[in-house]
């Protein structure tokens, strides 16, 4: 009878006869899986924060060229001679046929003036709240939402409105 003298056959994982994983081979798998969600999770949360400061200032640039672009309508209304559109304290500009309020020939701050002109609305992922001459879009789910929002203040005689951007709470 021929012994197998293969150093092999001494062990029992060399056989197929262990199956599963020890009990310390569980315990490794579970400290490394619970280290790398603590490093993964604060960046995951930080890429929220950003996408939202992202969106911020896609909207404030949205409404930057809106303003701007219902400006250079009204000027051109004016410069043809068109009475009772757009005068130089108020009134009405068309782009792409939807009227958009004005004041001082910037759109107003409201629903009928930057908003129509910016085609923002709350669907977007915003608050929208309308106060005496401004108008504040703020992020829906920021940290704090009164900190991270535009705001738009309607242009003052012989100036442009004051468009700012806060991204403090976001």
Not at 2 to 13: H, L, M, P, V
Not at 14 to 30: C, K, M, Q
Not at 145 to 151: D, L, N, V, Y
């Amino acid at each position: 009878m021929k012994r197998n003298t293969s150093w092999a056959s001494s062990y029992s994982w060399a056989r197929g006869s262990a199956a599963g994983f020890t009990l310390i081979e569980l315990v490794i798998v579970i400290t490394i899986v619970g280290i790398l969600a603590a490093v993964a999770l604060p960046r995951f949360v930080n890429l929220q924060r950003d996408a939202r400061i992202s969106k911020a200032q896609s909207i404030m640039g949205t409404i930057k060229a809106a303003a701007y672009l219902a400006k250079a309508r009204c000027e051109v209304d004016l410069a043809q001679g068109y009475t009772g559109v757009c005068t130089s304290s108020a009134g009405q500009v068309n782009m792409d046929g939807a009227l958009v309020a004005m004041v001082n020939r910037y759109p107003d701050a409201s629903s009928t003036g930057i908003d129509i002109a910016s085609q923002v609305s709350a669907a977007e992922g915003f608050t929208i709240t309308q106060g005496t001459g401004v108008r504040t879009y703020d992020v829906v789910g920021a940290s704090i939402p009164s900190q991270c929002r535009i705001t738009y203040t309607a242009a003052a005689a012989n100036q442009a409105p004051l468009i700012t951007l806060d991204t403090s709470g976001c």
